[in-house]
């Protein structure tokens, strides 16, 4: 990997002390050096891309005004934070971003001092900006600056509104600053995006809110004169506005909305907003992907594009000679409007997630069958609960590591009502580039404990449309978990006839000797890849794909452990409490003793890198399993594994 060239300005810049020795005349100029390095960077080695675009006048900005590290600068999920991370010293080693063993694409304590916040899933910064900021006061630390930098799509999750709702009673120095773009990944929904453009749409609020800041910089400041000009603002602003300013109401200064994209003038504002102490909102507008017109004209599309041409904008795909299997999210998006087409009890749900997880599909043929909730997993696990009981069947699709988030309606809202809602966790087990925030490593270990579930996963897209078929049948009365990996599957003819899966069997993928192998979801495919090689070798196993994490085909286990004194259980899932602790249980529970290894996601924090560099480095890849089988069979097999 090859460091990209800088500009002349950025070459120069190491660290925001750098930065601050630039006039303001030249703001400009290392705005648009740090945006074509951020186009360079990422159209060789991929990335997020639209969001770091948008806000390169904000960081730039913010770096020149803030005395950061010691001021605290929190950035919103993180996608955006290119730019912070290249002033902040990490410019010559930004080509490694999202690579193994290189750079997180977000926010990450441990890699910086100026990341005061690790980042990855939305809607978090408000509330850790409002956190440091009282521990400031406490501490008596009264010239620290705590700035928020939280998009509009992540304001429309629960979080913010609980932190705006302390934050504006807590006399505490807080900077919000919302960059609104009417995006997160795929466009806004919902009222506070109605909102939003209702604030920012009203030429007359405009003008008013230019001439009150104009007035406010020509004052002495001082308590009388600050005083007057907000109660001046407050009297006249309902004149003006067709509804009263939400944040000013739960007791936010309120600035704004402003151009997002003329750095002198963000400059000019952010410094007078130093001197204004309380919690304080600006409200700037962006245009994600700014700077390179493609992104700007799909911003969905250009969002993470991979890598691409800079100069023609043509993306890189991948050129294959025969068909290839599909993702699984796609498979899952024509399945559902397959079903839907027979079954007009089936219904479509997603938190902000439509064109990643393919709701999306569903929703551009049947808009009034499938929703997109915004960034809310909350709400969609329980407005999923609320259909269900007027007997829709819901197709509730989150992220597996999203999910985490809206645990207590899971067990509050869904599983003990016993509503049939289905759970369709996509990026189950390890997601790649995106790194720890974003891996599924979890579910199977936080859905099996809970009473009335079914925690299932498919192997390949065939299972995938028959666990789904089975879901939305009438007799299948439970909550439905079916969990599955980002990225393809093995099928590339995948659209087979729907046939039912009886809840709690699993299957002999192939008979064996002397050891079992039993897999759970797409790993099994790891597997079948292993016993390919250990054939070449002389060794046999045995493999079962056992489809449910619960219930356990308790048959089928009592056959493997009175035929198999060795057993290897492979799992996507943390290797505590998950699919192979479920078989450890039985086995205890049933008096038998077999010699068992659990492969999986071991009980650390795994990093980023590519699907295939992290399930080799957590041991369960194909000749992981291999090395497995030969150690627990012991010397009567070849030295070299051959996978």
């Known amino acids: 990997m090859e460091e990209i060239a800088a500009g002349p300005l950025l070459s120069k810049i190491n660290s925001p002390a750098d930065l601050k020795k ?8 290392a705005c648009n050096e740090l945006r074509q390095f951020i186009i360079d960077c990422v159209s ?8 770091s675009l948008g806000v390169v006048e904000l960081t730039v900005a913010l770096h020149y005004v803030l005395n950061t590290p010691d001021d605290q600068l929190v950035w919103d999920v993180g996608h955006q934070a290119y730019g912070h991370k290249i002033l902040t010293g990490r410019r010559q080693i930004f080509h490694t971003n999202r690579k193994y063993g290189g750079l997180s694409g977000f926010p990450k304590r441990s890699e910086s001092e100026y990341d005061a916040f690790g980042v990855g899933h939305s809607s978090t910064s408000i509330s850790a900006a409002l956190g440091m900021a009282i521990a400031s006061k406490y501490k008596g630390e009264t010239d620290r600056q705590h700035v928020a930098v939280i998009g509009d799509g992540a304001m429309t999750a629960g979080l913010p509104f609980e932190a705006l709702n302390h934050a504006g009673v807590s006399n505490s120095n807080v900077l919000i600053i919302l960059n609104d773009n009417n995006m997160s990944i795929d466009p806004n929904v919902g009222a506070l995006k109605e909102y939003l453009t209702d604030i920012t749409t009203s030429h007359t609020y405009n003008k008013f809110r230019d001439d009150v800041w104009k007035l406010l910089g020509k004052l002495p400041y001082g308590e009388m004169q600050q005083g007057m000009a907000s109660k ?6 309902g004149l003006v506005s067709k509804s009263s300013n939400m944040f000013e109401a739960m007791k936010m200064r309120y600035f704004g909305p402003i151009d997002g994209h003329n750095v002198l003038k963000l400059v000019e504002i952010l410094e007078h907003l130093k001197d204004i102490p309380g919690p304080k909102l600006l409200h700037i507008k962006t245009v994600k992907g700014k700077g390179y017109d493609l992104a700007e004209k799909d911003q969905t599309l250009w969002h993470a594009p991979g890598t691409f ?16 299997p599909p993702k699984y999210q796609d498979v899952f998006g024509h399945t559902i409007i397959e079903l839907a087409e027979k079954n007009p009890a089936i219904m479509g749900i997603t938190p902000a997630m439509p064109s990643g997880c393919s709701l999306k599909f569903m929703m551009d043929k049947m808009p009034d069958r499938a929703f997109d909730v915004g960034i809310a997993e909350q709400h969609a696990v329980t407005v999923s609960a609320g ?11 989150i992220y597996s590591s999203f999910m985490q988030r809206a645990y207590d309606m899971v067990i509050h809202d869904v599983a003990i009502q016993k509503l049939p809602v289905v759970f369709c966790l996509d990026r189950a087990g390890l997601v790649g580039e ?8 979890y579910d199977i270990p936080f859905m099996r404990c809970i009473p009335n579930l079914i925690v299932s996963a498919p192997m390949n897209e065939q299972e995938l449309r028959n ?6 049948l009438e007799e299948t009365k439970l909550p439905f978990v079916i969990r599955y990996p980002r990225g393809q599957g093995v099928m590339p003819e995948w659209r087979t006839p729907f046939e039912k899966i009886e809840i709690g069997k699993g299957r002999i993928v192939k008979e064996g000797e002397e050891i079992a192998i039993l897999t759970i979801g797409h790993p099994g495919n790891f597997a079948v890849t292993a016993c390919a090689g250990l054939a070449i070798d002389g060794l046999n196993p045995a493999h079962y794909d056992m489809r449910f994490a619960k219930p356990l085909d308790e048959e089928l286990l009592h ?6 004194h060795k057993i290897i259980t492979v799992e996507d899932g943390t290797v505590v409490g998950g699919f192979g602790s479920a078989v450890l249980e039985f086995m205890a529970a049933n008096g038998y003793t077999p010699e068992v290894k659990i492969l999986g996601i071991p009980d650390r924090i795994v990093e980023h890198g590519k699907p295939e560099e992290l399930h080799r480095e957590c041991g369960y890849d194909a000749r992981a399993i291999a090395e497995a089988v030969k150690e627990m069979v012991g010397d009567n097999v070849k030295e070299a594994v051959t996978v």
């Open 44 to 51: 060789v080695h991929g990335g997020h891309f639209g969001a």
């Open 232 to 237: 001046l603002e407050a009297s006249l602003k």
């Open 309 to 324: 041409d800079k100069i023609t904008g043509k993306i890189n795909k991948k050129v294959v000679a025969v068909p290839e």
């Open 22 to 29: 630039l006039s303001k005349a030249d703001l400009q100029q």
């Open 434 to 441: 995106d790194g720890p925030t974003h891996h599924g490593a």
């Open 387 to 397: 259909m269900a009981t007027r007997g829709l069947r819901v197709f509730c699709n």
């Open 559 to 564: 056959e493997i452990a009175q035929k198999f």
């Open 467 to 472: 666990l789904m078929y089975t879901s939305q």
